[in-house]
T-cell receptor, first 115, second 114 residues
Framework: AQSVSQHNHHVILSEAASLELGCNYS??????LFWYVQYPGQHLQLLLK??????LVKGIKGFEAEFIKSKFSFNLRKPSVQWSDTAEYFC?????????????FGRGTSLIVHP | EAGVTQFPSHSVIEKGQTVTLRCDPI?????LYWYRRVMGKEIKFLLH????????ESGMPNNRFLAERTGGTYSTLKVQPAELEDSGVYFC????????????FGQGTRLTVV
């Protein structure tokens, strides 16, 4: 079955630490990949996305993600986290379904950054 | 531009009662999705509208759930009768008609069935 897997469910870091959140998907076709973030009390919002071209994409707030096709992965990274990065992070794939697309999500990773 | 709005933000009902959730998508977005998240688990797809038509309802748990999208604008999701396991956060999202389009989410409705 087509799915999205996030390996780290809970991550706790200190400020200035580096972050990498894993995401793997199982889908053989063309993929459109996304990372969404939900800050406390807010709605889900887009962090970054990849459709084609340079596999290293940059998003808001210093985040980046790398698409590695051979590994079916789209890991999220940030060199130095801040307290304000405390949030839940969701990897998503737009899966084709009957001529349209359905955003399909991983389980999410809860990130807590200590000041 | 107004975002996706959902009503109510919270709902607490007793088992056996009926609840109707509403979602107003971004104007012009043909795609409307409903999702549910049970605490700590994945954001699970429920169904997908393209304009007023149900494109995919494979994620709907059972026939106690009924979704409509009148005239291709706002959508409602009714649970009747509600069961304890229906508790969770129900998200609505909308997007333009494109595989590369991001989904815009509402803040969700937290449903608690007691």
């Amino acid at each position: 079955a087509q799915s999205v897997s996030q390996h780290n469910h809970h991550v706790i870091l200190s400020e200035a630490a580096s972050l990498e959140l894993g995401c793997n998907y199982s889908y053989g076709g063309t993929v459109n990949l996304f990372w969404y973030v939900q800050y406390p009390g807010q709605h889900l919002q887009l962090l970054l996305k990849y459709f084609s071209g340079d596999p290293l994409v940059k998003g808001i707030k210093g985040f980046e993600a790398e698409f590695i096709k051979s590994k079916f992965s789209f890991n999220l990274r940030k060199p130095s986290v801040q307290w304000s990065d405390t949030a839940e992070y969701f990897c998503a794939v737009n899966l084709a379904s009957g001529g349209s697309y359905i955003p399909t999500f991983g389980r999410g990773t809860s990130l807590i950054v200590h000041p | 531009e107004a975002g996706v709005t959902q009503f109510p933000s919270h709902s607490v009902i007793e088992k056996g009662q009926t609840v109707t959730l509403r979602c107003d998508p971004i104007s012009g977005h043909d795609n409307l999705y409903w999702y549910r998240r049970v605490m700590g688990k994945e954001i699970k797809f429920l169904l997908h509208f393209v304009k007023e038509s149900k494109q995919d309802e494979s994620g709907m748990p059972n026939n106690r759930f009924l979704a409509e999208r009148t005239g291709g604008t706002y959508s409602t999701l009714k649970v009747q009768p509600a069961e304890l396991e229906d508790s969770g956060v129900y998200f609505c999202a909308s997007s333009q008609h494109s595989g590369t389009a991001e989904a815009f989410f509402g803040q969700g409705t937290r449903l608690t069935v007691v």
